[in-house]
């Protein structure tokens, strides 16, 4: 789970550069970006590209922003465009929201910033969230040597790696 996490971070940060900050990327940056969208395409089973991505094998706890505090819910789909959460508190649709995947095994965290695209309410509540600006990364305390410490590179090597 954390190496898909990682694609799908490192993807969002590259989308986020060109699109949200205006920094045009170099040639590596936009082959690693190229390669990084056709690994997350995967293989859609119709036509519907909200199921581009397979559901999460076992679902995996999230918290994310509500206004006026926090909201609690299980991952069941990702993608690298955005997450399926089920919820007993899903946000309103078109609310931005903040979205924390704490991946404690691997010693790391990833904060994604998210637009509500969709609401489920009923019995099993849920909310579908597209990704929405510059995502981060951090280390967890006492995992310092067991999570990458730069960004995944899909094309030539330009620098050596960071000792952890």
């Given at each position: 789970m954390h190496?898909?996490?990682?694609?799908?971070?490192?993807?969002?940060?590259?989308?986020?550069?060109?699109e949200k900050l205006a920094i045009p990327l170099d040639a590596d940056e936009r082959v690693e970006l190229l390669g990084l969208a056709q690994l997350l395409s995967?293989?859609?089973?119709s036509n519907d590209p909200r199921r581009a991505m397979p559901r999460?094998?076992?679902?995996?706890s999230v918290q994310f922003t509500l206004p006026g505090g926090f909201g609690a819910?299980?991952?069941?789909?990702?993608?690298?465009?955005?997450?399926?959460?089920?919820?007993?508190?899903p946000?309103?649709?078109?609310?931005?929201?903040?979205v924390r995947v704490g991946l404690v095994a691997a010693g790391v965290e990833y904060v994604f910033p998210c637009r509500v695209v969709w609401v489920q309410k009923g019995q099993q509540p849920a909310m579908g969230v597209v990704?929405?600006?510059?995502p981060s990364r951090t280390l967890l305390p006492g995992h310092g040597g067991t999570s990458w410490r730069s960004p995944l590179?899909?094309?030539?090597?330009r620098n050596a790696p960071i000792a952890a």
């Open positions: 190496d898909f996490f990682e694609m799908v971070y490192a993807y969002r940060l590259l989308l986020a550069k060109e995967g293989d859609a089973p999460v094998p076992s679902p995996l819910g299980q991952l069941h789909n990702a993608s690298g465009g955005g997450l399926a959460i089920v919820t007993a508190t946000g309103a649709l078109g609310e931005r929201t903040i990704f929405d600006g510059v590179r899909l094309g030539a090597r």
